[in-house]
């Protein structure tokens, strides 16, 4: 048993500025600690793939119209199916969507955007994060982590992390075994048989939440309305379980200034 609150909040890399809903799990954690004591953990989910996660919606400065931005990637079997961990960057990207920050951000923002060095985009949204002050006094546990995977309880429905075709790619487990990329529909791209270690297994929806418990042994978890539809909360029943605070625009871009 924790001997002091664990107040946990987990999340996907959710654009190089976090959505305002991951900034509104910061503000709970930091209230419910505020009443119980204890420490924060970020349960950083960088081994997912889609690359929707990471949109960046942003308000004009002057007319207020949103405009989505989100990374580049070096190419499509990457963006399609590589995790966050390891989409890398093209260099000229970050001197590109600086350019375009001007009309959206404050100065001192895009210098901040300009002075994260990452190559790959789970870094560089992490690094955004630590720069804007999010991550102070917070543990952050990365599911891409190797060491993590390997302190984690056994799951059968899961991804793998495997190379195709010059990449690491994230393959989804079947029943049978075998290890597929999902390719849009009801389609499927199988992979050839290979064998794999704890090291590259991360879970699925349906088991993150009892994967991630194993390592992180929370008492107090955070999560959003999208989170408490699926969540199975009987595979952790020593959690307490809050809503996020609400937060309006909650799928835009979260600025300080």
Known sequence: MASSPIICFGQQPCG??????????????????AELGGEIVFFYHDSDHD??????????????????????????????????????????????TARQLGAYVAPAEIELFKQVSADNVADFCLGMYLA??????????????PAVRLAACDVSDCFVDVRYEGEVVRARRQPDGTLCLHEGGDCYRTLPATAFTKAQVSPTRDTRLRWMQSVIHCTH??????????????????????????????DEAWIPS
């Open 16 to 33: 190089f500025f976090p959505r305002r809903f991951l900034y509104a799990k910061f503000v709970t954690a930091r209230r419910l600690q």
């Open 221 to 250: 978890y955070i999560a959003g309305a999208g989170e408490q539809a699926y969540l199975n909360k009987a595979d952790a029943p020593e959690i307490t379980f809050l809503n996020r605070d609400p937060i309006d625009r909650s």
């Open 51 to 96: 690359p929707r996660e990471t949109q960046t919606t942003l308000r004009h400065r002057k007319t207020d119209e949103p405009a989505t931005l989100n990374f580049s990637f070096v190419n499509k079997i990457q963006r399609k199916w590589s995790p966050l961990a390891a989409k890398r960057i093209p260099a000229d990207w970050v001197a590109h």
């Open 132 to 145: 804007l002050g999010l991550l102070e006094g917070v543990r952050v546990v990365r599911s891409a982590d």
